[in-house]
């Protein structure tokens, strides 16, 4: 059963400007969120989902990361792991709290909320996959493949 998500039609601030999710130009948009930039995890999902980018295009999608770190933040890990794909800042958590993404999570024997770590697909404004609890390591070529069979029907 597919979750019931929709594209929020609004302007978020992202690494290259400000990106409204609703109205992306491709057919295909994979959305995912991670905790925090450039920390072991969230790094190698960003790298591996740009070094995938131009695989994700030729099936007419788009790849999208938020967080909610500054944009200064996300143009400097962008700018230090050379990533390709756009990341969109959720400081004030309007995306986050749409997904249903933060959650209780134990850091170093303490409660704290933050970002559990989830991906959505969507073709043409539709949510079809949702992945919650990812583990970054593999995720990227999983969703790549994963959309491949979306679109093979």
Known sequence: MTEHITLPPQFFPATTGEINLSAIPSEWLVLYFYPKDSTPGCTTQAIDFSSLKDQYAALNATVIGVSRDSVKSHQNFTEKQALSIDLISDKEEVLCK??????????????????????FIFHKGELVKSYRKVKAAGHAEQVLEDLKALQAG
């Open 98 to 119: 749409h997904f249903d993404v933060i959650k209780e999570k134990n850091m170093y024997g303490k409660q704290v909320m933050g970002i559990e770590r989830s991906t």
